[in-house]
């Protein structure tokens, strides 16, 4: 079988093809991962640089944020390399 159903079945469904559905899976798994990304950046950021949370961010802890974010975009870059290497 080389096609999907969306929706219920009957007049009206849309059959979806394997690639349709490999693509709507690869995008899906993309924004989970996007998104587990960032709140893994909050997290782990935050915790480490924001020391009196307020309204605004001090010199010091913009500085930290940047230089969290840019070390962490950093290793993961070279984890993924070392995992997805051939």
Same mark, same amino acid.
């Given at each position: 079988?080389?096609?999907?159903? =969306?929706g219920s079945s009957g007049? !009206?469904?849309? $059959? ?9 899976? /690869?995008? $899906? ?5 996007? $998104?587990?990304?960032?709140? =893994?950046?909050?997290? &782990?950021?935050?915790? /480490?640089?924001?020391? &009196?949370? !307020?309204?605004?961010l001090s010199g010091s ?7 969290? @974010? ?8 070279? @984890?993924?390399?070392?995992?997805? /290497?051939?």
């Amino acid at each position: 079988m080389d096609s999907f159903s =969306t929706g219920s079945s009957g007049a !009206g469904s849309h $059959q979806m093809s394997q690639s349709e559905f490999m693509e709507q899976m /690869k995008l $899906q798994l993309a924004q989970a991962y996007a $998104q587990e990304f960032v709140e =893994t950046l909050r997290e &782990k950021c935050f915790d /480490k640089c924001i020391t &009196k949370p !307020g309204s605004s961010l001090s010199g010091s802890e913009s500085s930290c944020i940047s230089r969290c @974010v840019d070390r962490y975009i950093e290793a993961s870059g070279i @984890v993924g390399r070392a995992l997805f /290497k051939q």
